[in-house]
């Protein structure tokens, strides 16, 4: 019972869209409608705005580490990383808009800093690598969530291997138009419209 509670706990947190929130407090309208159509920060970052990207990245990322810890602390370790994935299905399928949200980047970097911050740290390290190489934000997550659970696998950790695994496959999943603009050549640079 303990283990539902901390899972819609979690999915309640992270389905605030705050991409779409802070677009459209600051009168520029429905971030659906714009480039990539995500309600993510990279694609916040297309409307020209970098302090609004930059709000939604870490309030994205704060909801993830919020759900973790606060279940953590209500109901044990067990629970933190249930409601730290329930954030994720939250953020990915928010009840408010029709259960089209985003893929996850942001919070799951969140919920995996909650979770170990070294794994998160890990993660956003291959994250910012790749993405420096390439310019490309959706590269950079993939590579970051196929590095968290060997991350996690190495320190040992097989209980957070399998946890970041889960996580990964969330996100990986919901790239799937990204896998195929970046197979055909089509991904646009970090900034640039889709
Ligand atoms: O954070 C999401 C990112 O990996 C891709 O975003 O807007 O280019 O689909 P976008």
Known sequence: MTGVLALAF?????SIPWGLVLTRAA???DIRQIGSGNIGATNVLRTGNKPLAAATLLLDLLKGVAALLLAA?????????????????????????GFKGGKGVATGGGVLLAAAWWLGLGAALVWLATAF????SSAGAIAACAAAPVIAAVAGRWDLALFAAGIAALVIWRH?????????????????RA
């Open 27 to 29: 009168g520029l309208g």
């Open 176 to 192: 799937r138009p990204n896998i195929e603009r970046l197979l055909a050549g089509t991904e646009p640079r970090i900034g640039r």
């Open 133 to 136: 190489a390439t310019r490309i």
């Open 10 to 14: 979690g999915y309640l947190l992270g």
């Open 73 to 97: 602390a209500l109901w044990g370790e067990t629970a933190g990383l249930l409601a730290g994935f329930g954030a994720m299905l939250g953020h990915a399928f928010p009840v408010w808009l």
